[in-house]
């Protein structure tokens, strides 16, 4: 286990959204949009990477996890307009009446006796009977409603 000198810069805010992605399919997909945003903080300079875990309790229930690397070194504590970095992430799929929670942290991770930096929170899917999400896969093929046209 290495000690840093200086933890990195801690998350500022992690929100999520449902966005729907045109499928080539009859079926429409779903996702979610996972957005952060990085503390206007000197520290930002030794931040490598944000790591985000989504946990899901429905009719199926799984961990996934990514590793967003940043390609570059911070050179600056903020991007344009004076405000904290901000990212999004497109990319795990979500399915209908879940729960989701999920959970980021910057790395590398706070030393052992500091506090470890999270931001988490609860993103819950609608059911069958919402209008947008009536037209996804696991809804058509449960025989809730038709496709679209
Ligand atoms: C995802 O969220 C970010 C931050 O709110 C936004 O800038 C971006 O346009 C969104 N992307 C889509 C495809 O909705």
């Not at 990514?66 to 050179?75: A, G, L, S, V």
């Not at 988490?120 to 609608?126: Q, Y």
Request: glycine share 4%; charged share 20%.
């Amino acid at each position: 286990r290495k000690q840093y000198h200086v933890a990195p810069a801690d998350l500022h805010n992690l929100n999520a959204v449902l966005v729907e992605k045109q499928a080539e399919t009859q079926f429409q997909s779903y996702f979610m949009n996972i957005s952060w945003s990085l503390s206007t903080d000197a520290n930002v300079k030794e931040l490598t990477a944000t790591k985000i875990s989504v946990n899901s309790k429905g009719i199926i229930e799984h961990f996934q996890c990514i590793r967003c690397y940043y390609t570059e070194k911070f050179q600056s504590q903020t991007a344009a307009g004076n405000q904290g970095w901000q990212f999004y992430y497109i990319g795990f799929p979500v399915e209908p009446e879940t729960k989701y929670f999920i959970q980021a942290y910057n790395l590398p991770p706070a030393n052992i006796n500091d506090d470890f930096p999270s931001k988490s929170l609860l993103l819950t899917t609608p059911g069958c009977n919402d209008n947008v999400m009536k037209y996804s896969k696991s809804c058509i093929e449960m025989g809730k409603c038709n496709v679209r046209i």
